[in-house]
């Protein structure tokens, strides 16, 4: 089974359960049965700070990806942590889509180019 837990820190109105389903849908697609998954919604400054923090460029940003199992082997009876996606609406706006499905991608071990560009357009043109 797949957890999905969210947490609005933004202070802006966002649809936590259409989040949760579309993060649900596109790790079944992609073959992930059972795990669990964070989606936290925070403000331009806190992106900012994290962005800076973990990759050294001081700019808020639309998401970013806290991987942990992945699609990694684990021991026999050990819960797959699959790690965090952390979106700013103040930047994806009405846009979230998208961006959370580019997340949840880095999340499986996707890295940016024409691979991890045709699944988030499968996932996000359905």
């Not at 837990?5 to 993060?23: F, I, M, P, Q, Y």
């Not at 800076?52 to 050990?78: C, K």
């Not at 998208?98 to 996000?124: C, I, N, S, W």
Request: hydrophobic share 40%; proline share 4%; with cysteine.
């Amino acid at each position: 089974m797949i957890s999905v837990e969210t947490a609005n820190r933004s202070g802006a109105v966002v649809d936590e359960r259409a989040a949760e389903e579309l993060a649900s849908r596109v790790l079944a697609a992609e073959g992930v049965t059972e795990g669990e998954l964070g989606i936290a919604w925070v403000g331009s400054e806190e992106m900012r700070a994290l962005k800076h923090e973990h990759l050294g460029i001081d700019e808020a940003t639309d998401v970013l990806s806290f991987p942990l199992d992945g699609r990694d082997e684990l021991p026999a009876g050990e819960p797959r942590a699959l790690g965090d996606v952390v979106l700013c609406p103040e930047v994806v706006g009405e846009s979230w889509r998208r961006p959370l499905v580019h997340g949840v991608l880095h999340l499986l071990g996707y890295d940016h180019g024409d691979q991890m560009a045709a699944r988030e357009r499968a996932h996000t043109e359905r």
